[in-house]
């Protein structure tokens, strides 16, 4: 029986750059927008590199079925859905057991952020759609539902900003790009709300050394802290805007 291996692409380049032009240190091109759907109560899009999600919050809203509600605090329902077309393959349109795992990351991310108990009995919806997916929807999916519940006007302790330190033949990389998300060494994805210096989100598939793992959360701040100051720019200009406007 013939089988076939596939070699492992080099991901660090003789110059020291990635497959892509970047410095290890270096993030994708970032674009962010909110207030996009005019039937959503807040929205928005994030762009990283080329992965792109779209999220829409409705509520809070009175909860139904009724019994479902807390008399204490908002139920926060996510889903986080891959389009067909956002992958190389066509992908089946119903929720798959990834899907729905990364919804529940998701809802529990923002949770810390939400105050829920401002609105009891009501449910809150986000609906998050990966438009196109190239390594990181998980982030982008969270930063951009952060937006959304920031433009619905809802009440957070802070927003959330996420990106993922990685290892590329050996070397500590920052914001992963499809080919090192599935060739690198290691992946760790995490989120944090960064007045509060608090984490909402850490997850890592691989191995670090303990020192790695130390210089991995540092870099993974340094990037963090420039999506927080893109974030509250993105809101800023908007409800400044409007302002003027009004």
Known sequence: MLTLQVQKPKLILEDGRRTDGRRPDEMRP???????????NGSAIVEMGKTKVLTAVYGPREMHPRHLALPDR???RVRYHMTPFS?????????????IEISKVIREALEAAVLAETFPRTTI?????VLQADAGTRLVALMSASLAVADAGIPMRDLIAGVAVGKADGTLVLDLNEE???????????????SLSQ???????GNFTPEEFRAAIQLASKGIEELYKLQKETLTSKYSAYKEVN
């Open 87 to 99: 992958t190389d393959d066509r992908k089946n349109p119903s929720l798959s057991r990834r899907e």
């Open 30 to 40: 970032i674009k962010m927008e909110v207030g996009i759907l005019k039937n959503a």
């Open 125 to 129: 919806d986000v609906f998050s759609e």
């Open 74 to 76: 908002a139920v926060m």
């Open 180 to 194: 090192e998300d599935m060739w690198g060494e290691a992946d760790m994805p995490i989120a944090m709300m960064p």
């Open 199 to 205: 984490v909402t989100l850490l997850q890592l598939n």
